[in-house]
């Protein structure tokens, strides 16, 4: 074989995992459109320009290609969010960009999202996903973390409540924006981000007094006193 031959093993795994691709783009698009109970492998398979028996080669059944599509999509989120963060920025900046990035990808794919959580309560199975959802709930966890180790923010901040506010706030605000039909709405981050403001640490030198600037301002004041206590006995007499 040639150095320029292509290798067939190469070749296939190629196939394979285009096919793959493939069979993953087309079940995200039945999924979000007909939700779990709709989907049937042979609409996927249709979709994805193959046999259904070729489908179940790949994948035994709709709940474990369910289980991969939800893990894909959790995972390039949590990707996507890692790539929106600049870990050397101020971390309230770093919250801004979290905020903006999750609220974008809520506008964007607000149909896939809620159907992992409608899978999850209604068929029972929170194992798979929770893995996935932690990882990227995680990076949430990782900013607060370096801005109380940067002194930026107390180490009193609770975390699990902001993590809640701050992710429960932007789905509601998604939902509402999607049905305005508002493509997206800075001002969304920059309220829930007023949470953080007690906890924040300012680190601005404050300006302190003169000794003897303080020590001549109250002799002054004494004088101005003991004056008007003089003119007020002299208008008496």
């Known amino acids: 074989m040639s150095a320029s031959s292509p290798n067939p093993k190469n070749t296939q795994r190629e196939r394979l995992e285009a096919r793959e691709h493939s069979i993953l783009k087309a079940a ?6 007909m939700g779990v109970d709709g ?8 979709r994805a320009h193959i046999a259904e028996g070729t489908l179940y080669l790949y994948h035994k059944t709709k709940q474990d290609l369910l289980a991969v599509v939800v893990q894909n ?4 989120l949590t990707q996507g969010a890692i790539e929106a963060v600049e ?6 900046e770093q919250l801004e960009q979290l905020a903006t990035y999750h609220l974008t990808a809520l506008i964007q794919q607000f149909d896939m999202v809620g159907l992992t959580y409608r899978a999850r309560l209604r068929h029972g199975e929170p194992e798979y996903q929770l893995p996935k959802i932690r990882e990227y709930v995680r990076i949430f966890d990782q900013i607060i973390e370096r801005g109380i180790d940067r002194k930026e923010l107390s180490s009193e901040l609770p975390l699990w409540q902001c993590r809640d506010v701050l992710y429960g706030a932007l789905e509601h605000s998604a939902r509402t ?6 493509p997206f709405d800075a001002s969304v981050v920059e309220q829930l981000l007023v949470m953080f ?10 300006e302190q007094a003169d000794p003897i600037e303080t020590s001549t301002l109250r002799r002054l004041e004494n004088i101005e006193a003991q004056l008007a206590i003089l003119l007020g006995e002299k208008g008496s007499i």
């Open 197 to 206: 403001q007690p906890y924040r640490i300012d680190h601005t030198p404050k």
């Open 73 to 76: 999509f959790w995972a390039e």
């Open 39 to 46: 989907t049937t492998m042979a609409e996927i398979a249709r």
């Open 177 to 182: 924006l999607l049905l305005r039909e508002i």
């Open 87 to 92: 870990v050397n920025a101020p971390v309230i």
């Open 28 to 33: 995200t698009e039945v999924f979000t459109a």
